[in-house]
């Protein structure tokens, strides 16, 4: 039975891209992402230009998958030709790398931790921490983790969270998220002159709230689901972390497309270097990984990690307000 660090050296030998493998898949998906908003801009058709931007936001998605494991230096990061192609896209996409890398990095070497900053992660608080803070702080909070944040993620994410912030904490540091705010509205701005005000819903818009929305709501329910526990400090571990805190979400293979396999996230946080098309065959492999806390994109499944507000270690689990 592997435990701990031997867990983590068992998935070692996965932590290796192939080549032709992650360029295949960048550039294949980044064609039918750029077919999909040509159809949506030039099909005169309403019905197909509605089909074409919603799949259009969810291709968004994967292409952020392979855009995040990028930046996690899993696949093609020693690439001109990639650093060029995924630093566009970041600031395409409202996450543009100097803060997405950053935020991102911080939550992979704190996921799960208690009473530390909820840089790149959504805020946890403990029973006694939320009973003890004054009704804005509690509602400060949970505005943060309410439905409506995660479903405008659009906004309150990426616009907000990624650019905004991003740029007004620091302006030399984050000079890219001002360039993603103004490339996105001066986009908007031409699309809506020029094409009216349809083409402007379905080319931004439409595309855009998708994908933000669904990326949101993984990146909450992959670590706010029910069975998912939170140490502090003192007894956090990695493995611990990646095993116990981190969802394995059961989809079936059209999302696991979509989502460029993100549901396997119990073994990304156990070892981020192995690329997204090889979580399936580290998952096969090492029987240990296959005892994961799951969840699922089910409605039922999605309410029930949406109840979930704070941390009791009473109990030890995340529970809804109605159980403090």
């Keep these: 039975m592997l435990k701990g660090k031997q867990l983590i050296l ?7 891209e192939t080549p032709w493998k992650s360029w295949y898949y960048t550039l294949s998906t980044a064609a039918i992402l750029i077919g999909l908003f040509a159809s949506v801009a030039f099909i005169p058709f309403l019905p197909v230009r509605i089909l074409c931007s919603v799949l259009c936001g969810l291709v968004m998605v994967r292409m952020f998958v392979i855009y995040h494991d990028y930046q996690h230096h899993t696949i093609l990061y020693k690439s001109k030709i990639a650093n060029i192609l995924f630093s566009v896209f970041g600031v395409f996409i409202l996450a543009p790398a100097s803060i997405w890398k950053r935020s991102h990095d911080h939550h992979h070497a704190h996921n799960s931790k208690l009473f530390t900053a909820s840089i790149g992660s959504y805020p946890i608080m403990t029973k006694q921490k939320f009973l003890e803070s004054s009704e804005a702080e509690r509602r400060a909070y949970l505005v943060q983790r309410h439905p409506l944040t995660i479903l405008f993620g659009y906004t309150s994410m990426f616009l907000v969270g990624m650019c905004s912030r991003s740029f007004l904490s620091s302006p030399s540091r984050h000079f890219d998220s001002l360039l993603a705010i103004l490339f996105h509205f001066a986009a908007g701005t031409l699309i809506f002159i020029y094409m009216g005000w349809v083409s402007c819903l379905l080319l931004m818009v439409l595309p855009f709230f998708l994908a933000c929305a669904i990326g949101a709501y993984l990146f909450y329910a992959q670590h706010n689901f029910p069975g998912v526990t939170f140490r502090e400090k003192e007894g956090w571990c990695h493995e611990n972390a990646a095993m116990a805190s981190s969802s394995y979400m059961l989809m079936n293979p059209f ?12 073994i990304h946080h156990l070892n981020s270097r192995i690329p997204f098309y090889r979580l ?3 998952m096969e492999a090492i029987p240990e990984l296959q005892q994961a806390k799951t969840t699922r994109l089910a409605p039922s499944a999605i309410v029930a990690c949406l109840k979930l507000k704070v941390w009791n270690p009473d109990v030890n689990a995340m529970v809804p307000l109605s159980q403090l």
Excluded: D, Q, R, S
């Design 10 to 16: 068992a998935t070692k030998p996965f932590a290796k």
């Design 255 to 266: 999302w696991n497309w979509v989502t460029g396999n993100i549901g396997y996230h119990h």
């Design 280 to 282: 399936p065959e580290v």
